[in-house]
């Protein structure tokens, strides 16, 4: 039996939440999924039998999925490994053997780490960085929200003091979550984060998410400045930040896997926000992003609302993709 059809069995037995999250799953990859699984039909139905000019093609339906070139070449040469050995003809038959090379793709033989550390004592520090646009502050204030529903003490720190209007933006979310918010117009970066984590330690909040400037032309700068903040931050609280997490536009495909590594070149990424998958129809780069950065995806975008930003499940996902193939 493949993957999907197991995954298929697990999700009868889900419970009524988890079957709320994979509806949203269904519906933010529906984009992708009738772009991506119908070309692929196409594809079962033109071909009866393997051969080089069925994988050409399969190929280039993965690269305009945006799955990678780099990822897409690795999968092709494992499937025509796999097609050898276990002699596969038709093109039907290898339908589940996609489904679970892409899982495969993703998982890597590694732990799957799609939760944030959260520290045993103390505040929890999570750092956010990523270019202006790919809408860090709507993912800070969406996490807040659901930090605070949890039962957790919120605060928010305004760390990007160099784009006009981002203090307000992080000040308006604040005031829907019921979080406060620490900021100062035109300062140091790293001074507004520092009487942040002595407000949070003097005042027991449980996590602190810090906003940050989204500059990434200077990348000596920017490292500069990362640095300083992590200095602060881990000379205030030890072993922190907890996690550094890059936000990335998913309609911005490939261009947001070249973000992913340049920051991953100027400091520590623990993991991935993938936001807007709902909207694009090149949701393959879930797997190009884990495969060619070897960073996990932690949470993904799916809808505007607050509480559309979700973890990051791989049989979700992978279930989102596939369920009409």
Known sequence: M????KFKKIFDHK?????????LYDKGLSKTRGEFVSKLNLLTMKYNKIDEGYFDELEEILIMADIGVDTVMSFIDKLKKR???ENITSAESLKEMIVDEMFIIYVDSDIIENKIHY???GPTVLLYVGVNGVGKTTTIGKMAYQLKKSGKKVLLVAGDTFRAGAVEQLIEWGDKTSCDVIYKENADPSSVIYDSLLKAKEEAYDVVLIDTAGRLQN???LMKELEKMNKVIGNLIENA????LLVVDATTGQNGISQAKSFKEITNITGIVLTKLDGTAKGGIVLAIKGETKIPVKYVGLGEGKEDLKVFDIENYIYGLFKEW
Do not use: C, M, Q, W
Request: charged share 45%; glycine share 8%.
């Open 2 to 5: 493949g993957i999907l059809n």
């Open 15 to 23: 419970s009524e939440d988890e079957k709320k999250d994979l509806e």
């Open 83 to 85: 097609v050898r050995h």
């Open 119 to 121: 520290a045993k004592e």
């Open 219 to 221: 990348k000596v700068g």
């Open 241 to 244: 930040p907890h996690e550094t």
